[in-house]
C-alpha cells in the first residue's frame, strides 16, 4: 500500500476522532446545563460510556440517558427519559397500539384491556392484572394526560413504576432536555407517583 494512501487514512481517523471529541464535549456542555436547571447530577460518560442525568426531583427518581440499538449501517442512537415513582400495584403495562399489532394481538388472543374509552383503547395497548382497579385508575383526566403524551412522544411506555419516552436521536437542546423531565415528572405526579417525604 503506498504511503500517501496510508497518511490518507491516518489523516482520515484523526479528523473523526476529533470530530467525535468535538461533539461529546457540545453535549456533556448542554446536557450539564440541563442537570444544573433541573437540580440534577451530570455524569459525564467517558470513552465507553455515555453521559447520564440522574437524581431526584419532587421524591421521583430521574434519569435522562443516550443509548445505541443495533450495530453496523443499522444502528440507531437514542436518548432515553425516565421518571420512576412508588408502585400503582396494578401490573400495568401501557404502550402505544400499532395497526399491524392490534390486528396481530386479537387474532391470538393477546391480552388489551379496552375500557370503554374507544379513542384510548385504539391509541393503547394496555395490560394489567386488575381490571378493575384499572378501570378506576384511568380517570378521563388521566386519559387525556396520556393520549397528549402519546401524541408527542410514541415510544411512550408506561408501567407500575415508571414513565418512559425514547427520543430517536442525542437530545443536544437544554430547553428541551428540560422541558421534557418537567412534562415526564408532571405526567408521573399525575398517575399518583407521589413518594411521602423521608
Known sequence: MPLPFILLIVLGLLVGMAVAISTNRATVARWSEAAARLGLEMTPGGMLSHPRIDGHIDHL?????????????????????QVDYPSLDLGLD???????????????????????????????????????GLAAFLTANRRATLGNLLTAYPSLKVTDTFVRVDVRR????????????????GVAKSLGGSAPEI
Do not use: C
Open 170 to 185: 442525542v437530545v443536544r437542546d437544554p430547553e428541551v432536555l428540560v422541558s421534557t423531565v418537567r412534562r415526564l415528572v
Open 94 to 132: 401501557l404502550t402505544r397500539q400499532t395497526t399491524v399489532g392490534g390486528f396481530f394481538r386479537r387474532m391470538v388472543g393477546m391480552q388489551d384491556v379496552e375500557i370503554g374509552d374507544s379513542g384510548f383503547d385504539e391509541a393503547f395497548v394496555v395490560k394489567t392484572v386488575d381490571r378493575a
Open 61 to 81: 427518581v430521574v434519569s435522562v440517558h443516550k443509548y445505541t440499538k443495533g450495530g453496523g449501517n443499522n444502528q440507531q442512537v437514542f436518548t432515553r427519559y
